[in-house]
């Protein structure tokens, strides 16, 4: 059994795993089928990525034809580097070179087109830039409502906001929140990744952000101290962290939920939309505050690698 905070992919094996999200997924399925653009709202580690590629799954299985296209939005630094993303996801060659100034995207919007023969086709994007969607779904909304294309958009509350006030709110028809899970929820995720032990843990703590709470269990396991105590420490660990800002905050989730990691990690740094020099630098700020410690190991290339780790919470009491 795995306690990997990773979001799930749309594979069977992960699917087995998915636990805790179903009616927010079968609401989207919905949504998807009516053809309504809808964007996904919740916080880091909530479970946007996971709920986005089951509801891929969920429609392969459906229409293989027809299924959803992913489009990691972090992998774009430019309106165009999105529209060329969203192309090459649909099957598309390249559009050729452009300036890719707003003259000139409406026409690579309408090019997306080609992607469509007699019926919608859907398109998911995890978290993408607030300025790439201002642009996108907002001073290019009409061009894009004209494209037969239903889309999904996940985002964080501080990002949503460019896209839930005008012009682009008319755009999204429709808002599902990932809200905390309930204690029943939080059960279900748990026995879905440990069975009965995870039955026995879920009813020692309380963490309604999934991410979070498979921290918990797995640090619990991994120390032998009981999830209420794990808790506690970790509750403290993030308020010091806060202090430091939200880029560190931001960088100890991810490490939380992938495990130990170097600046390097192609994973890490695409999730968190970085450059290399970007994560150097907020991974020297935990360490010096002792949040991660560091050691060198042999990396892919035989080289040395410094690799981090978060370090016990109950060390920052």
């Known amino acids: 059994m795995t306690l990997s905070g990773r979001p799930l992919l749309d594979t069977e094996p992960d699917h087995r795993l998915f636990a805790g999200r179903d009616d927010e997924l079968d609401r989207l399925v919905s949504l998807v089928r009516a053809g309504v653009n809808t964007l996904v709202v919740g916080e880091r580690g909530s479970g946007?990525?996971?709920?986005?590629?089951?509801?891929?799954y969920?429609?392969?299985?459906q229409d293989p034809a027809r299924a959803p296209v992913f489009v990691e939005g972090r992998l774009a630094d430019t309106p165009r580097d999105f529209l060329d993303l969203t192309r090459a996801r649909l099957g598309l060659p390249p559009a050729g070179a452009g300036t890719g100034d707003l003259l000139e995207l409406p026409a690579l919007v309408a090019s997306l087109r080609e992607a469509v023969e007699d019926e919608r086709r859907v398109v998911l994007v995890d978290e993408l830039a607030p300025d790439i969607a201002a642009t996108i779904f907002g001073?290019?909304?009409d061009e894009v409502w004209q494209v037969p294309l239903t889309w999904v958009v996940a985002t964080t509350p501080d990002d949503s906001v460019v896209l839930r006030t005008p012009p682009a709110d008319a755009f999204f028809e429709s808002v599902v929140p990932l809200d905390g899970l309930t204690a029943d929820?939080?059960?279900?995720l748990l026995v879905a990744r440990l069975g009965e032990e995870g039955a026995e843990i879920a009813r020692q703590i309380d963490e309604g952000n999934p991410r979070r709470l498979l921290a918990l269990a797995r640090a619990a396991r991994e120390t032998g101290t009981s999830p209420a105590e794990q808790q506690e420490a970790m509750a403290r660990r993030q308020v010091e962290i806060a202090k430091l800002g939200r880029p560190a905050t931001m960088l100890m989730s991810e490490l939380e939920s992938l495990g130990p990691a170097s600046a390097s990690d192609e994973r890490l740094l695409q999730r968190?939309?970085?450059?290399r020099s970007r994560a150097v630098q907020v991974f020297r700020e935990l360490e010096d505050a002792g949040f991660v410690t560091a050691s060198y190991v042999r990396g892919p290339a035989g080289g040395r690698q410094k690799v981090y780790r978060p370090t016990d919470p109950r060390e920052q009491q």
């Open 48 to 56: 946007k990525t996971t709920l986005l590629r089951q509801l891929v």
């Open 139 to 141: 001073r290019l909304r």
């Open 272 to 275: 968190l939309g970085w450059t």
């Open 58 to 61: 969920t429609m392969r299985q």
């Open 185 to 188: 929820e939080q059960r279900e």
